[in-house]
């Protein structure tokens, strides 16, 4: 009798996995039997709904599925690549081996990611400042000196009415910015949709100045240390690249790797086809790839540049954060400057009259 899937709401936390995958290497090298640990694990987890799919996945290999079977069951929790690992791993009898691999592999992913989220805080975080307080000059303070320029009777200056005419503007029509705003996030939605528009749009990204070279740091790592795991794991090479290739979230990159697994099943070496496309594969990765390939130790190499690039993102997020965060300071004080100036030039030409 087989169990019904658990079909549970929200996502599990990427940390709750990593913290699975470690503790069941650690288990299961210490020669706890597959279903214990995973019966122990399942009452030590914090997030519920990973401990109830844990506790499935127990009684499924119980039943007498495969422990690759009842993973692939929960493709939202489970990427393809780490039910692939896995199932190389029951054939070869090295579970323990291929769990510790996936657990460094998905804490250099975490942490990579927590550099890239904290790198863009602090400058998300002074723009909404920005934005916030010109939304409050424009709502509360302008009107007030609106009343007194009516006064005044005088033409005001140029700078003051612009002023004017964007507060009133925000303040009759600010229902039309998050309309405006949501419009532009659907219809982007919508555009990636189509095949063609999506891969001009991640074209377009990876040409950005700065971003750009951040995204192909990012990508180039994630393909060789993804890659260098599942062929380190005993994943025959085309699999491998099938698996790469759902891993990554640029449709650029997307068709090389579709080309790539093309090139290979007809014999081709990975870094001939890679030397054409230096655009987004670096010289110093083609090299590296070459020598793996003629020294039959290419998951080595291939983690290895995933090591420099992580290493190079590093230092390419410190100085996006550098530039950046001065940018929007001074952008922040030009337009305060603006405002300041547009509300008090017109009540320096009055002062001027009245002493006149």
């Not at 706890?32 to 799919?53: D, F, G, V, Y």
């Not at 929007?328 to 009245?354: D, H, K, R, S, Y």
Request: proline share 5%; hydrophobic share 50%.
């Amino acid at each position: 009798m087989k169990l019904p899937l658990i079909n549970l709401p929200g996502k599990i936390p990427s940390g709750q996995i990593v913290y699975f995958t470690r503790q069941l290497s650690i288990m299961l090298k210490a020669g706890i039997p597959l279903i214990r640990a995973l019966h122990t694990l399942s009452s030590q987890l914090t997030n519920k709904e990973l401990a109830c799919i844990v506790r499935s996945i127990a009684m499924q290999v119980e039943q007498g599925d495969k422990l690759s079977e009842a993973l692939a069951r929960y493709p939202k929790v489970f990427p393809s690549y780490y039910v692939n690992m896995v199932k190389v791993a029951e054939i070869g009898g090295a579970l323990d081996e291929i769990f510790r691999r996936l657990a460094s592999f998905l804490e250099k992913q975490e942490r990579l990611k927590k550099k890239i989220i904290s790198a863009l805080v602090y400058p998300m975080f002074i723009l909404l400042v920005a934005v916030a307080i010109l939304i409050i000059i424009m709502t509360f303070v302008v009107p007030a000196f609106m009343k007194m320029f009516k006064e005044y009777g005088e033409s005001l200056p140029a700078p003051t009415q612009f002023l004017l005419s964007l507060s009133s503007i925000v303040r009759v029509y600010w229902w039309l910015f998050p309309i405006l705003v949501l419009g532009m996030f659907l219809l982007l939605k919508l555009l990636r949709k189509v095949d063609k528009i999506r891969y001009q749009l991640d074209l377009l990204l990876l040409k950005t100045p700065l971003i750009g070279g951040l995204l192909k740091r990012f990508y180039v790592s994630r393909f060789s240390q993804t890659l260098g795991t599942l062929l380190s794991s005993g994943v025959p090479i085309v699999e491998g690249l099938q698996v790469v290739k759902g891993t990554l979230g640029n449709e650029v990159f997307r068709s090389i790797i579709q080309r790539l697994m093309f090139v290979v099943q007809e014999g081709e070496d990975i870094s001939s086809y890679l030397r054409s496309r230096t655009d987004v594969f670096p010289p110093l990765v083609v090299e590296m790839v070459k020598i793996g390939e003629e020294t039959g130790s290419l998951p080595s190499m291939l983690n290895e540049i995933a090591e420099v690039y992580e290493d190079e993102m590093d230092l390419v997020i410190s100085s996006f954060t550098s530039v950046l965060e001065p940018f929007l300071i001074v952008f922040m004080g030009l337009v305060v400057g603006f405002v300041v100036i547009a509300m008090f030039l017109p009540l320096f030409t009055l002062t001027q009259a009245m002493s006149q």
